[in-house]
């Protein structure tokens, strides 16, 4: 299972560096349900640590001796958001941001991650008292040691398989634990009403989401980011395909494959301008154009940078978006 953890892990760093953030099209909905009330502050300070605290994690363990004030955790910003915690610095690839985050962090510091990883001189200007990185794809054991030296080092196998387990950990180090259980709730909330809503119209269909690279079409899992939302949290049920071919990891939709899918539902991801041609040329054939959700109007293009991310915000809009589009 670690494995399978660090073979997604290094996907995720190879495409979501150049792809995942970048935002062809806006949200259609609101966030609702998990983003904090009052607007995050750099720190914590709700939850005042009482006496030193150890947690283990995959390379070690850290001690906190009080609660961490300026919190740098790239690509987790998802989760400090939801805890109403505004981070030291904000993950970046170039000028490439996590759009959906960007009003709450255009104002905070950017750790560019375009030359080849986290760098200690760069996370030495952040001035942390606590890092805290999603996967062991981004520090081997040296490097470890490097961060560690400037603050306390916090490190996921892979923090984006269970996002509620993500926030509590997060939640347990900064002293937001009530507000990581207000989340999950207000998130599971969030499924049980939308389930609800959507029950008339999902009986017997079934779903695929695919996304579209500047070479290839893919499949997209069933396991991960929005399969998780659509297959797992909401109960849709993924098109037979999605099943036999892609539910552990995302592979590529040929247009010889392209004719079975068959889906009632299908959900569009695009990788940024440059694969707009690819996704013309699928639209053009006659073999797309056959397909059941083509004819019935049913193909909707969603916002890749949150549907391939991972968190209580991220989640919470991806369902509005299904909601929007499903619901009449």
Sequence with gaps: MRNKFRMRSTFILAALTTILLISGCGSKADNNGTTPSAS???????????????????????????????????????????????????????????????????????????SGGLNKEALLATNPDLVVLYTTNMADEESYKQFSSIAPTYIFDDATVDWKKTLEVIGEMTGTSAKAEQAILDYDNKVEQAKEQLKPFVENKTFAVIR?????????????????????????????????????????LSLEILPQLDADYIFVLVQGEDSRALLTDYENSALWRNLPAVKNGHVFEMPSNYWMASGAIANTKKIDDILNVIVK
Excluded: C, N
Excluded at 221 to 248: A, N
């Design 40 to 114: 995050p502050e750099t720190g914590t300070g709700t939850e005042a640590a009482s006496a030193p605290k150890e947690f283990k994690h995959e390379l070690g363990s850290i001690q906190l001796t009080s609660t961490p004030q300026r919190i740098v955790a790239p690509y987790l910003e998802d989760a400090l958001l939801t805890l109403g915690i505004k981070p030291a610095a904000k993950w970046s690839y170039g000028e490439l941001v996590q759009d959906y985050l960007e009003a709450d962090l255009q104002d905070v510091p950017k750790l560019d991650f375009s």
């Design 212 to 252: 579209v690279k500047p070479k290839e079409v893919q499949l997209m899992d069933g396991s991960y980011y929005s399969g998780l939302v659509l297959y797992s949290d909401l109960g849709l049920t993924p098109h037979k395909l999605v099943k036999e071919l892609s539910w552990s990891r995302a592979q590529p």
